[in-house]
């Protein structure tokens, strides 16, 4: 019995949050993936297009519940979801047409980008800062749990209850879906292919008559839908906090860095491989070890390697060692 409420509590404090973490972070680093593999710099404002698509969907929200409007037993943010999508592509859309495009024409180096990508970032910060505040707002309703820890005690007469949120699960249900659709997009599509041949050589691409333009257009669209679904899944999952968001560039970048740059089955891997360093080692192990332990033996301290305030370093270190030792990644970084 020990053993089993010991894996409960390890299933509730650390692989369902690391899962559905790891999941918002792949989706996240699938958008970074993206930008670097087809338009070839680093996108710093990602992060904050992140908060931006889920502050559209947080107004929207509020909008629909004020209407009376809802999904039952789901997140009523779930309606308003292609509304911040949408709001999300015309904002990327009009930043390319801004700022961006300008650069392409003049072949500028991808250095120029990032910096150009940082000054969109702060503008994008200060943007969702002013429409909607710094504090966290909170729109999630429905259902809280899927299976709560006292029907769970009940059902199974352990002293552990297991907890499986309601936002968990549609993160991972969400995720699959979207990222499933990204690689059918990517390799069955005729638009997904032309990405791809311009991702593996852009000059061989533009004599195979692929319109760039075209491409860079339909990669920001998909990095909107990618960015905006991401920042929801992580609000509804914790809470909206449009700084929290720019703190998330450094385990997205390190997801997608981890994985592979460039290579999009990297991303998911890296995703969920920064998501279980963070969790495993900013969790305290005390009650999972006064389980296993034998009597008289258990651990009296937390247990804790790093405080949850440090969890963001473990993105750092991890992304040094990769960039030190193995600086292509686990899967080995490539065209898209």
Known sequence: MDILNALVALSNFVIIPAIA??????????GVTLIYGILRFSNFAHGDTMAFGAMLAVLTT????????????????????????????ALLLLTDRTVYRFYRQQKAKPIIFVMASLGVMFIMNGLVRIIIGPD???????????????????MTGLQEGLAVKTTQGITVVTAIIVVVALFWFLNRTRTGK???????????AL????????????????????????????GLDKSFKPFVYFMLLLPIFASAIVGGLGNPLGAIAGGFVIAF???????????????????????????????????????????????LFKPTGLFKGQSV
């Not at 009376?68 to 999300?88: D, E, H, K, R, Y």
């Not at 006064?290 to 473990?314: C, N, R, W």
């Open 207 to 234: 004599l195979s008559g692929i319109n760039p333009e075209r491409v860079v257009l339909v990669t920001w669209l998909i990095v909107a839908g990618l960015t905006t679904i991401a920042g929801v899944l992580y």
């Open 277 to 323: 360093s963070e969790v495993f080692i900013t969790y305290a192990w005390k009650k999972v070890l006064g389980y296993l332990a034998p009597e008289g033996l258990a651990p009296d301290g937390l247990i804790q390697l790093l405080s949850t305030d440090y969890k963001f370093a473990v993105s750092f270190v991890i992304l040094v060692i990769v960039l």
């Open 194 to 204: 032309s990405m791809r041949a311009y991702s593996d050589n852009e000059d061989l």
């Open 136 to 154: 966290d707002q909170r729109f999630s309703d429905g259902e809280r749990f899927i299976i709560s820890a006292r029907n769970f005690k009940q």
């Open 21 to 30: 973490y790891g999941s918002q972070l792949a989706l996240g680093a699938l």
């Open 62 to 89: 509020w909008w629909l519940q004020s209407m009376g409007v809802g999904l039952g037993p789901l997140p009523t943010a779930l309606l308003a979801l292609p509304v911040a999508i949408l709001g999300t592509m």
